[in-house]
């Protein structure tokens, strides 16, 4: 068991930013991000990463007019895709 106590993969996505935490992201990103398009098809990929990647900021952006906030970036567009992953593969 390592010192996180086993959460490992669920730390990836919440951990600081860094060289060594990017890499574990873009690792798992490369893992689940090609399940995700067998299963969906590259066209509707395409769109989900888009909407992934425009949305957060987009929200975030008028959000933002009454409260600063941030969330938008690689980890919230990495998490997203893993969230979708889970949702069409809930026993892996």
Not at 13 to 25: E, K
Not at 39 to 62: D, E, H, K, M, N
């Amino acid at each position: 068991m390592d010192k996180f106590g086993g959460y490992l993969p669920t730390l990836l996505f919440i951990s600081p930013s860094g060289l060594l935490w990017f890499a574990s992201r873009c690792t798992c990103f490369l893992f689940f991000g090609r399940e995700v398009e067998r299963f969906l098809g590259q066209r509707a990929y395409i769109y989900l990463y888009s909407i992934l990647l425009l949305a957060p900021a987009l929200v975030l952006t008028i959000w933002g007019l009454w409260q600063p906030a941030g969330l938008a970036g690689s980890p919230a567009l990495h998490f997203g895709i893993f969230v979708a992953f889970a949702t069409i593969y809930p026993r892996r």
